[in-house]
């Protein structure tokens, strides 16, 4: 049975979107209208968070529409921005997420995310 992660860590992430949740699948829902979320049944620790968040996060930080008017969207991008910006103590723009999504999104390089996290998020390591 693996380790799960402390509740201070969840608690943090919960706080650093308002109005988040989890579910019964051990789900963090971080915007429940746009089913934005990513699961932490595998987290053991604040680093898995931390990459699962710059995985999964980065498409609707920049990207995601989920809503009918550009007013709307712009929101939302920077409601999830912002989440990820607080819990990771960062100052990522929204062309950051698009290169971070560009080359960790989707979970398409966990090695590189790892790297990243561990250059303390020095967009360089992205190109390498």
């Given at each position: 049975?693996p380790v799960?992660?402390?509740?201070?860590?969840?608690?943090?992430?919960?706080?650093?979107?308002p109005?988040?949740?989890?579910?019964?699948n051990?789900?963090?829902?971080a915007?429940?209208?746009?089913?934005?979320?990513?699961?932490?049944?595998?987290?053991?620790?604040e680093?898995?968070?931390?990459?699962?968040?710059?995985?999964?996060?980065?498409?609707?930080?920049?990207?995601t529409?989920?809503?009918?008017?550009?007013?709307?969207?712009?929101?939302?991008?920077?409601f999830?921005?912002?989440g990820?910006n607080?819990?990771?103590?960062?100052?990522?723009?929204?062309?950051?997420?698009?290169?971070?999504?560009t080359?960790?999104?989707n979970?398409c390089?966990?090695?590189?995310?790892l790297?990243?996290?561990?250059?303390?998020?020095?967009?360089?390591?992205?190109?390498?």
């Open positions: 049975m799960l992660i402390s509740w201070d860590i969840v608690t943090k992430l919960m706080n650093c979107f109005n988040s949740v989890i579910n019964h051990a789900e963090f829902i915007h429940i209208k746009s089913n934005t979320y990513f699961g932490l049944k595998d987290c053991e620790n680093t898995d968070v931390k990459c699962k968040m710059l995985e999964w996060l980065s498409r609707p930080a920049h990207k529409e989920p809503y009918s008017t550009k007013r709307s969207n712009d929101k939302f991008h920077r999830i921005l912002s990820v607080q819990f990771l103590e960062t100052d990522f723009t929204e062309e950051d997420m698009e290169q971070i999504y080359y960790l999104g979970r390089n966990h090695a590189k995310t790297k990243f996290i561990e250059s303390g998020y020095d967009m360089s390591v992205l190109k390498d």
